[in-house]
């Protein structure tokens, strides 16, 4: 996980030097939008997404032929109710994880004026800053830090962009070590994905 976080962090570090001489038009920015978070290959669990929110800050730096880089830096929470199906009766669990997330939105779009539609692939690094399950569940302990990435689409309009993605973890959600239980240990090997739509104003 060491050796993940230096990779990102060089990458972020390049991207954003490598676009820092250019004459470009720029801007911070402030975002906040809604999430539905869900769980790959549950076998024991029947799941439903819950809603959960994302607010945070951007850099925008638009770019020559149609591109722009936009680092953020979001508080993302993301909640998931889980209906244990594995025994003879039926128990339901809801968990919510909260992160601090760093996207890296890479974009390219037409400038048609008034509007700017675009594409996106979104790099981005999540770090666990606090978790809550009901009924007691204990899940044990969850990894600190995981990678991922996006793709979607958006808007510019004015000052105001409009966005969606579907995001995908690498990284499992935890360490199965001494986890003995088995619907457990499956929640713990599966991967957090979700998508997500968001408003932003451009300063």
């Not at 990779?7 to 939008?33: D, H, N, T, Y």
């Not at 003879?88 to 994880?97: G, H, P, Q, R």
């Amino acid at each position: 996980m060491k050796v993940t976080l230096k990779v990102f962090c060089i990458a972020f570090a390049v991207c954003v030097l490598a676009v820092a001489p250019a004459r470009a038009q720029r801007g911070f920015g402030v975002k906040a939008g809604i999430y539905t978070n869900q769980l790959s290959n549950l076998k024991n669990y029947d799941m439903h997404s819950n809603l959960g929110f994302q607010a945070g800050v951007l850099y925008k730096i638009n770019l020559p032929m149609g591109f722009a880089i936009q680092p953020e830096l979001l508080y993302v929470e993301k909640n998931t109710k889980l209906e244990n199906n594995s025994g003879t009766t039926a128990t339901e669990d809801k968990y919510n994880l909260r992160y601090l997330q760093v996207p890296v939105s890479i974009q390219w779009g037409v400038n048609l004026m008034l509007f700017r539609p675009y594409v996106q692939v979104v790099p981005y690094m999540n770090f666990l800053m606090g978790k809550h399950f009901t009924n007691n569940a204990d899940f044990g302990d969850l990894h600190k830090a995981n990678t991922g990435i996006g793709v979607g689409a958006g808007l510019d309009v004015w000052k105001l962009q409009i966005s969606g993605r579907y995001n995908w973890d690498f990284n499992k959600m935890g360490n199965t070590d001494g986890t003995t239980y088995s619907s457990y240990k499956e929640l713990k090997q599966s991967k957090g994905r979700g998508l997500e739509f968001s408003v932003a104003f451009i300063f």
